[in-house]
């Protein structure tokens, strides 16, 4: 085969997927095994999905009768090699167009295209400057431009447009202190026991001291609610939802006794693997947690509740894509479920930790005023908690990170949105 056109073919076929709705999911050894083929497909799908809404506009500027209907590939070839042409100049413009059209050959439905993309590429190339500078909201779907303009304010566009295109840096709590260990990883603390690493040349799983099960990946933000318990060591607590087990590794290092619930037996597996590396052990329960009848009440709950996941949006760039007001309506009931369900597991004075990684108000803010209204009353959060750092620590107590807030002594490199809040049952 020509060189380089299996792993466009591998890289179309994932994208034609996210096109009709699916998470994404990078590409494996088994779909691509050669690893620097697979890191450059993985690079061109990113790319791609993280300027979806300028490559649509492009798109619709180029296509003089609009997206050919029923054809195979084509859209999936033409972003990838717009994404190339544009975005990542250092590979080289004639493998774009001559790859593009190598592609569409192969596909039946598409092949009679090849020649339309050839000049869609060309009129791409002479047009390049001004087809970059997109605005920078139509990098979202407008829904999500609406809620976030009137929930961040007016200039939180761009921040989240940059946030989107430069996607994440590696964040990554450390099991206990290893200051060779940073050296090794070019890592440096950014918030309690949290690590970045801006830079790594390999897979996470080939660095220094993974193996070895002394640090786990999580994002800055994601690594907040776990801290905020703040329970005697020893105490029992609850994690609800708790693959791929990030936060109970946090509730573990604590030194809780921690059962993790969640409902996926493949997410399970997941998790128990994870705390095997560790060296960390919990009690873990695959069920519902709707279903789910402890034997003795509990300390503590973290409760981290199924949502949009739009606060992820730098490391799953089609989330801003893929959800719509409805879809995140229909998590609101269920998160309250959970919240119901998380109290009646507590004993009386324990505490409730409820958090999401989303920027929807609805998923968060107004689940806590919720939760209140049916009694439980909330433990406000101090900037203390947070080494001092007020940013994300809102007037009621709660905490709101998002991708615009930068942690203080970093240059850049963003976070997660997650809300937090925390309350005692009477
Ligand atoms: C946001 S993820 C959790 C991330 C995890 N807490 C961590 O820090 O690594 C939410 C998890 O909740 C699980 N889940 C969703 N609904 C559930 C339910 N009704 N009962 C138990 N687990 C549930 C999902 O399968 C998913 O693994």
Known sequence: MVPGLALRLAAAERLQLVLKGASFAPLAAADVSDARDRALANKLITTALRHHGHLSLMLNHLLDKGMPKKSGSFEAVARLSLAQLLFLPEIGDHSALFLAGEALKRDKNAAHLAKLLNAVLRRAQTEAAELRQGPPELLFAPALVKTWTAAYGADIIPAFAQALLDGAPLDVTLKADYPALLELLGARPILADTVRIDQ???????LPGFAEGRFWVQDAAAAIPARLLNLAPGARVLDIGASPGGKTAQL????????????DPSRMERLRG????LSYTAELVTAD???YVPASRFDGVLLDA????????????????????????????????????????LNPGGVLIYCVCSLEPEEGEAQARWAAEQGLELLPVAAGELNGWAVPVTE???????????????????????????????
Do not use: M
């Open 200 to 206: 790594r040349d390999k897979p996470v799983d080939q």
């Open 289 to 291: 947690a709707l279903d």
């Open 396 to 426: 009621t107590g709660y905490i709101r990170t998002h991708p615009g807030q930068i942690v203080p002594g970093e240059k850049g490199g963003t976070l997660d949105g997650f809300f937090v809040a925390r309350f005692r049952r009477a």
């Open 306 to 345: 199924p949502c949009s996941a739009t606060g992820t949006f730098r490391r799953h760039p089609e989330v801003v894509w893929h959800r719509n007001p409805a879809d995140i309506a229909g998590r609101v009931a269920l998160q309250r479920q959970l919240i119901s369900k998380g109290v009646d597991c």
């Open 274 to 277: 994870n705390l095997h590396r």
């Open 252 to 263: 573990i290092k604590a030194g809780y006794t921690v059962t993790a619930l969640e409902r």
